[in-house]
């Protein structure tokens, strides 16, 4: 017998709750909703995602490093990646990926940055290889390079200021009191909103005795200690003196850089053992093999990634006969063994980015780093003080103590005897 069609009407719950406003069409000028809705992103982007400050972090970088000291890894011992990870989300809520990338960029293994923050252990990748991505964090280790312990100097001085984390449990810092301009150490690159942020990196020691130079003399010829960027991929910098000055002037600039190579005449073969930061193993061998197969060039037979354990190798076999100097000028004018590095030195001073030159940045660097010492040196001064009074009391307790003795015989309460004592 077939159900009647209320008996097969299902009952569902009634819902009570209303969305106000929607469906509604709302009037309103395109200058109020950028104000209210665009800018503040733009602004959040800006400032605490995309640009670097004078420390030379972002505070992504910041966060991380900062677990990574609280947690004991200046040492000798390494732990877990994936703990970690765990740890920073206390500061850092974007989520495991996020933080587990910006921890691989930083480290040694990964090989992006001249000077690496983070010591690592397994497989984290390589920067100029799409293809060799890293290991989960749960197959990793790291701790921090001793590099770091100039990152954290002092931090516990009130060097710099710290400001509260996302949900007000914790404090961080807003900045780490640097002792060497970290900012002009490694590169450093971001997209924001309007504006971008890309930092060649310079030699540690020539940055170094630059700074001391322009201390010493803020007319001091900075070529003359800082020649010229020096990337962590290696690679040839094609030396255009003028372009240097300009990037050096403005912060702005394209640098050119060529890949190293050497011919195996026995084997017939190019090995390129150095290529350009902006590029990787893949876009390269691609790009020659097109150009291969639109008879561009006709003196190359093989080509193949030999990338291994001894560092990254790209393997190049020739017909008989090429000219191999010949065919690597044609890859470098034709395929990216011969690219730009385009600098935009933006950074952020006191909560505004800032496009500056290379002599600009040491300034306010050194501005920075007078702050952080006159804080230390006002810390230690007023631990002295309050020591100093803690001495003139036992002084004064020593040159009298017979009396000093009465006194606390004479105290009915523990709790009165100092009062008793200072009052004499």
């Not at 909703?33 to 505070?59: C, H, Q, W």
Request: glycine share 6%; aromatic share 8%; hydrophobic share 35%.
């Amino acid at each position: 017998m077939k159900k009647s069609r209320s008996e097969r009407h299902v009952s569902r719950p009634k819902v009570h709750g209303v969305i106000e406003g929607a469906g509604k069409v709302v009037q309103q000028q395109i200058t109020d909703t950028l104000e209210k809705n665009y800018m503040p992103y733009a602004v959040s982007v800006i400032l605490s995602r995309a640009i670097p400050e004078i420390d030379g972090f972002k505070p992504s970088h910041r966060k991380l490093l900062y677990t990574m000291y609280k947690m004991g890894l200046l040492g000798l011992t390494r732990t877990k990646s994936s703990n970690i990870v765990g740890q920073t989300m206390k500061l850092n809520p974007h989520g495991e990926a996020a933080i587990y990338d910006t921890m691989v960029r930083l480290s040694r293994g990964y090989e992006a940055l001249l000077h690496p923050y983070v010591d690592s252990k397994g497989n984290f990748g390589k920067f100029y290889s799409r293809d060799m991505a890293c290991a989960a964090s749960r197959y990793t280790e790291a701790k921090l390079d001793p590099l770091c312990q100039e990152l954290f100097r002092d931090i516990e001085k009130d060097t710099v200021d710290f400001v509260d984390n996302y949900d007000n449990t914790t404090k961080e810092p807003a900045l780490f009191p640097v002792t060497f301009p970290s900012v002009l150490v490694n590169a450093n690159t971001g997209i924001a909103v309007g504006m971008a942020s890309s930092i060649c990196s310079f030699n540690l020691a020539e940055v170094c005795r630059t700074a001391v130079a322009c201390i010493r003399n803020h007319e001091h010829d900075i070529f003359s200690t800082l020649p010229a960027p020096d990337f962590p991929g290696g690679g040839e910098i094609i030396y255009d003196r003028q372009a240097l000055e300009k990037i050096y002037r403005t912060g702005k600039g394209p640098v050119k850089v060529r890949a190293r190579y050497s011919y195996d005449k026995d084997a017939n073969c190019i090995d390129i053992t150095q290529i350009p930061p902006t590029t990787t193993v893949e876009a390269i061998i691609e790009k020659t093999v097109e150009l291969v197969k639109q008879s561009k060039i006709r003196e190359i037979s093989d080509i193949r990634d030999e990338t291994g354990l001894a560092g990254l190798k790209i393997t190049i076999d020739l017909k008989r006969g090429a000219d191999p100097d010949r065919l690597m000028k044609k890859l470098f004018r034709m395929t990216p063994l011969e690219d730009s590095f385009s600098c935009n030195f933006n950074v952020l001073v006191n909560g505004a980015p800032r496009v500056m030159g290379i002599r600009e940045i040491l300034d306010e660097w050194t501005k920075f780093r007078i702050s952080c010492v006159r804080r230390r040196t006002a810390f230690d001064l007023k631990n002295l003080q309050e020591r100093l009074h803690m001495l003139k009391g036992l002084q004064a307790i020593l040159l009298d103590i017979d009396k000093a003795i009465a006194i606390i015989r004479k105290t009915e309460e523990e709790a009165d005897a100092v009062p008793n004592l200072m009052i004499g």
